[in-house]
T-cell receptor
Framework: KNEVEQSPQNLTAQEGEFITINCSYS?????LHWLQQHPGGGIVSLFM???GKKKHGRLIATINIQEKHSSLHITASHPRDSAVYIC????????????FGTGTLLAVQP | KAGVTQTPRYLIKTRGQQVTLSCSPI?????VSWYQQTPGQGLQFLFE???????NKGNFPGRFSGRQFSNSRSEMNVSTLELGDSALYLC????????????FGPGTRLTVT
């Protein structure tokens, strides 16, 4: 079983819809990261959080440490949000090593 | 500040050859991590360097090696290339400390024929 699981693997939405991507992890962590990767592109860090909730524009990330679960929400989705969204965790200690989920491929149709 | 830069961006090599990839972190960042991304295995951690010392290593064969220089620039080397080494190789840098946001470079796309 993977240490970081994401769902769904694929998601198709209509422009304007509210989108939720889920991430569960089975190990102790110091932080959880949400990353975005456009097709053929590099990786951009969207959020790093260790508790509670963070918001940036139309993106919201939440984490429940007790349940080992995080969600990424996109409000008023737009075709430019089409990308792979990757959940990753860092376990702390003397390392920045990330453990990644398999990613969620999001397609937002106009 | 300039972002993380990686060179070259694209590379085609033949089986059995070796390759060296370079990563220049953001100024002031001393930690550099390397990751491999393939369609089958996704993103996997290769190794991490901090102040010229390897701090952590992933589960990759000894053909994969790296180093970091005093200016924090890092290189990774893959010897005796195999077809399965075809991948996007990403490096990421972090400011001093742990559990900090990582800043990724654009990656080097390696194709082994």
């Amino acid at each position: 079983k993977n240490e970081v699981e994401q769902s769904p693997q694929n998601l198709t939405a209509q422009e304007g819809e509210f989108i939720t991507i889920n991430c569960s992890y089975s190990v102790g962590i110091s932080a959880l990261h949400w990353l975005q990767q456009h097709p053929g592109g590099g990786i951009v860090s969207l959020f790093m959080l260790s508790s509670g909730k963070k918001k940036h524009g139309r993106l919201i990330a939440t984490i429940n440490i007790q349940e080992k679960h995080s969600s990424l929400h996109i409000t008023a989705s737009h075709p430019r949000d089409s990308a792979v969204y990757i959940c990753a965790v860092s376990r702390g200690g003397a390392t920045n090593k990330l453990i990644f989920g398999t990613g969620t491929l999001l397609a937002v149709q106009p | 500040k300039a972002g993380v830069t990686q060179t070259p961006r694209y590379l085609i090599k033949t089986r059995g050859q070796q390759v060296t990839l370079s990563c220049s972190p953001i100024s002031g960042h001393r930690s550099v991590s390397w990751y491999q991304q393939t369609p089958g295995q996704g993103l996997q951690f290769l190794f991490e360097y901090f102040s010229e010392t390897q701090r952590n290593k992933g589960n990759f064969p000894g053909r994969f090696s790296g180093r970091q220089f005093s200016n924090s620039r890092s290189e990774m080397n893959v010897s005796t290339l195999e077809l399965g080494d075809s991948a996007l190789y990403l490096c990421a840098s972090s400011p001093p400390g742990t559990a900090y946001e990582q800043y990724f470079g654009p990656g080097t796309r390696l194709t082994v024929t």
